[in-house]
């Protein structure tokens, strides 16, 4: 059955894309806990990350790292967390959230789309 991240990637659903590379791609959270809480997701649909081969799950916190290291620019944030739960959706995917304070892990913000979208702008840049 096919993710809904690959739905996405493919425009048969709404969502925000942040970038793709031909192997991973990056969409905004539907649930944010910030403002820039991106995903990371390889096309690979596979719903474990360890089960991922040795050579894609490199390449994927390679590429985590890539985009990582940019959202951090643009956002200013003290640093970007990482959560990798993979419980709600069938496919790996690295949750990416600029953090500045204890608990912006695990919070809870509604965003404006025009934000997310601005955002989006910033980071293609």
Do not use: C
């Not at 304070?101 to 809870?108: R, T």
């Amino acid at each position: 059955m096919v993710s809904v991240f690959t739905k996405i990637r493919n425009k048969e659903i709404p969502g925000i894309i942040f970038d793709d590379n031909g192997k991973f791609f990056v969409i905004h959270s539907n649930n944010p806990a910030q403002l820039g809480h991106l995903l990371v997701i390889p096309y690979q649909e596979i719903d474990y990350i360890f089960d991922l081969d040795s050579e894609v799950y490199h390449e994927l916190w390679d590429y985590v790292k890539k985009i990582a290291t940019r959202l951090q620019k643009i956002t200013g944030a003290k640093k970007i967390g990482i959560k990798v739960e993979g419980l709600e959706v069938s496919h790996v995917h690295i949750h990416l959230i600029p953090i500045n304070q204890a608990g912006d892990l695990e919070a809870s913000s509604q965003i404006k789309e025009t934000d997310i979208q601005q955002l989006q702008q910033e980071f293609k840049q």
